[in-house]
């Protein structure tokens, strides 16, 4: 499930690479339901538990960031979705923490961040309930923790499989898009909120169209005129 709603990461890309963000989670957006993920010892951790997609705020100021500060960071939109990108730490809903936004691309390398693309891009409207939501962040964690050069919760060093039957349709479906990944363009931005003692967190959004840069650049245009105008 792709999320609209999070500009403010690629504005703070643009500005400066050294934003601390304060980040709270509310909640699973559509409930959580339990997964049972094994993994290979000595290879990949195992994970019994809740799953799903998470909604969550920027909180305060942006640290760092008072002198940078603009009308596009002002005006960007406070809440966004998550998924967990770790297995081995955890955090507190209703907590503030301090957050580094990473690149997916220098979280996890270019091929796995380019594999998390494809699937977002692949479930893009899937996610609808506590099980669809649970089954993609077990296909999250799959492409994340796998070892083998290919990709399914049922296979290779690190499954996933609902705790529950009534979650095997919709772990049946993303097992679909993981086996078939490579069939899927790459069309979602993928980053991390990175926080060394707790969760840390994958938010997927779109890529831009090519109208949506060419609006953007004529906007600054537009604005760089203005103070030139005003100048004179």
Not at 75 to 93: D, G, N, R, V, Y
Not at 128 to 156: C, H, K, M, N, R
Not at 161 to 171: C, H, L, N, R, V
């Amino acid at each position: 499930m792709l999320t609209k709603c999070l500009p403010l990461l690629g504005a703070l890309a643009v500005a400066s690479p050294a934003f601390a963000i304060s980040v709270n989670m509310d909640g699973f957006t559509l409930g959580a339901a339990d997964v049972v993920m094994t993994g290979t010892e000595g290879v990949s951790p195992s994970y019994s538990g809740q799953a799903g997609e998470f909604s969550g705020n920027f909180e305060g100021a942006l640290s760092g960031a008072q002198n940078l500060r603009s009308a596009v960071l002002d005006a960007a939109p406070t809440s966004f979705l998550a998924w967990c990108a770790e297995l081995t730490q955890s955090f507190s809903f209703g907590v503030s923490y301090e957050y580094s936004q990473v690149s997916g691309i220098a979280y996890f390398g270019t091929q796995k961040a380019t594999d998390l693309s494809r699937l977002f891009t692949a479930a893009q409207g899937f996610v609808v309930d506590s099980l669809t939501s649970a089954a993609l962040q077990a296909g999250i964690w799959e492409i994340i923790y796998e070892t083998d050069p290919s990709f399914s919760l049922t296979g290779g060093k690190f499954k996933g499989a609902p705790e529950t039957p009534a979650g095997q349709p919709a772990f049946g479906i993303v097992n679909g898009f993981l086996l078939n990944l490579g069939s899927y363009q790459a069309s979602a931005r993928i980053d991390v909120l990175s926080n060394e003692a707790q969760q840390d967190f994958l938010v997927a959004t779109p890529v831009p169209e090519p109208e949506t840069w060419l609006l953007f650049g004529i906007g600054l245009g537009s604005i760089g005129l203005m103070r030139r105008q005003r100048r004179s």
